[in-house]
C-alpha cells in the first residue's frame, strides 16, 4: 500500500466533504495511522466526524493561533508517535469584511487575522513538528491552496494570504531541505466544503469551471485531491519539493480566452491504413 506504516497528522477536518477527510481516508485506505485536530465549538463536530473513518482515530485540540496548542501536539505526537511522517495544514480563515468586493476597506486586524490563520500558522505547525518529521526520515509537509496567481472573484484578502502560503511554501522547503523533509501545497479547483460557503461568489467560480475546465471538475467530490496529497506524502515523489500541484481539472493552465468544447463536438478523424511497403516502413 502507499502510506504502509506511515503516521500523518490531518488539521482541518469538519465533515465528510472536507479536503482534509478525503485524505484522512484516503490515507488509512492506503495504510497510515492517522490523528486529527479540531478546535473550539467544532472540536466535538470533528470527534464525531472522526469516528466515521474507516478507523477511527482520536482527535487532538489545535487552535493553531494559539502557540501552547501547537506546541501540545507536537509534545502528544512525541509521546504517541516519536516521529510524524506526513502533515497536512488544511487550516484557512478570513472574516467576512475580508471577503467578497470589501479589499479597500478591510482594517488591518481583520487583514492580520486572515494572514495569522491561512499563512503563518503553516510555518507555525511546520516549525513544531519539524524535529518529529526529521525523526521520520525527512517527512512530507502538505498545504492546501487556491491559485494565487491571479485574481478571483470575492477571494479578496484570503487571496493575499494564498500568495503569502505560497511563497511560505518555497521558504519552508529551503529551510528543511537539508532534513530532508519536503514542502508542498495542493491547489484545489472549487468544493462545496464549509469553508465555500463564506465566499457569497462561489457560484461564480463554479461556472468559471463549468465554462473552462478541459476535464470535468465536480465541486462535491474532493476525492481527487484527497489522492493527490497522499501521493505526495507517499514515498514515490522524493525529489518534489516547493511545489504547487494543481488539482483543478486543467484550469490553471487555460488562457483567459480558454472554454471548454463539449466532448460530443469533438471530431473523431480516422487513422489512414498503411499498406504494403509504406506500412512496413513504418512499422
Given amino acids: 500500500m502507499l502510506l504502509a506504516g506511515k503516521r ?30 479540531g478546535f473550539g465549538r467544532a472540536l466535538r463536530i470533528t470527534r464525531r466526524v472522526a469516528e466515521r473513518l474507516p478507523q477511527p482515530c482520536d482527535v487532538l485540540e489545535l487552535d493553531v493561533t494559539v502557540p501552547e496548542h501547537i506546541s501540545a501536539v507536537a509534545v502528544e505526537l512525541e509521546r504517541r508517535w516519536g516521529r510524524l511522517d506526513g502533515l ?38 511546520t516549525r513544531a513538528c519539524a524535529p518529529l518529521l526529521a525523526a521520520a ?27 503569502g502560503l505560497e511563497s511560505c511554501c518555497r521558504y519552508l522547503a529551503h529551510t528543511l531541505g537539508p532534513q530532508g523533509t519536503r514542502v508542498n501545497l495542493v491547489a484545489a479547483g472549487p ?26 471538475w465536480d465541486t462535491t467530490d474532493a476525492t481527487p485531491v484527497g489522492r493527490a496529497v497522499c501521493v505526495l506524502w507517499s514515498d514515490w515523489l522524493p525529489a518534489v519539493t516547493g511545489e504547487v ?28 491504413v498503411a499498406s504494403g511497403a509504406a506500412a512496413g516502413a513504418v512499422g
Avoid at 481539472?249 to 489512414?272: E, N
Fill in 137 to 163: 526520515g525527512g517527512g512530507s509537509v502538505v498545504g492546501l491552496d487556491f491559485d494565487a496567481r491571479q485574481v478571483w472573484p470575492g477571494y479578496d484578502w484570503m487571496g493575499v494570504a494564498k500568495a
Fill in 245 to 272: 500541484l494543481h488539482v483543478d481539472g486543467g484550469v490553471h493552465a487555460m488562457g483567459a480566452g480558454g472554454v471548454r468544447v463539449a466532448r460530443a463536438s469533438v471530431p473523431v478523424v480516422p487513422t489512414p
Fill in 8 to 37: 500523518i497528522l490531518v488539521t482541518g477536518v469538519l465533515n465528510e466533504r472536507s479536503i482534509a477527510f478525503a485524505a484522512a481516508r484516503l490515507a488509512q485506505e492506503q495504510g497510515a495511522e492517522v490523528v486529527l485536530t
Fill in 191 to 216: 468544493l462545496r466544503t464549509i469553508a465555500a460557503t463564506a465566499i457569497e461568489s462561489f457560484e461564480v467560480l463554479q461556472q468559471t469551471w463549468r465554462d473552462r475546465s478541459p476535464l470535468e
Fill in 88 to 125: 497536512l495544514h488544511a487550516v484557512a480563515f478570513a472574516p467576512a469584511s475580508a471577503l467578497d468586493g470589501g479589499f479597500l476597506d478591510t482594517p488591518w486586524p481583520d487583514v492580520a487575522r486572515a494572514v495569522e490563520v491561512s499563512t503563518y500558522s503553516f510555518a507555525a505547525l
